[in-house]
């Protein structure tokens, strides 16, 4: 398995433009937050949903990389949790998070136009997993945090 390093130094190269990186410190952790949304919106087996389903296998490959990085998007995922939750008690929760699903997708390839790059999960699919974390790491490092 690749390291951490690794991993960023790679997503580092299609992430330059200021623009860009502006864009992707708003919509990386939006579309994270999307996914959870519509998660939990779809029909599941157990009274949870799905949105804690999933977030198990995407918490232990965190884990693998980063403890200190795996304990942030453990709250940041749990936050996106109870976000939802409480919306779901008062409005269906599917329109609000297709919504910002698609126009944080719309602004991250408006960024990657600006670069002139393709995104990175053109090349490998766990860039997805990736991304909410480099943005994460970078909060992480201008709080002087230890990944």
Not at 29 to 36: A, F
């Amino acid at each position: 398995m690749k390291s951490i390093d690794t991993w960023f130094a790679a997503y580092a190269t299609c992430h330059s433009h200021p623009g860009n990186l502006a864009i992707h410190k708003v919509a990386v952790p939006g579309i994270y937050l999307s996914v959870i949304g519509l998660l939990q919106a779809l029909p599941a087996p157990v009274g949870a949903g799905w949105g804690p389903l999933i977030a198990i296998p995407v918490l232990l490959f965190y884990l693998r990389l980063s403890f200190s990085l795996c304990v942030g998007m453990a709250l940041f995922t749990a936050a996106g949790l109870w976000l939802w939750q409480g919306m779901a008690a008062v409005s269906p929760i599917w329109p609000w998070a297709l919504t910002l699903f698609v126009l944080l997708w719309l602004a991250q390839f408006i960024g990657h136009r600006w670069e002139g790059r393709r995104p990175a999960f053109f090349t490998d699919l766990q860039f997805l997993l990736i991304g909410p974390l480099w943005v994460l790491a970078g909060l992480y490092r201008r709080l002087r945090i230890p990944y």
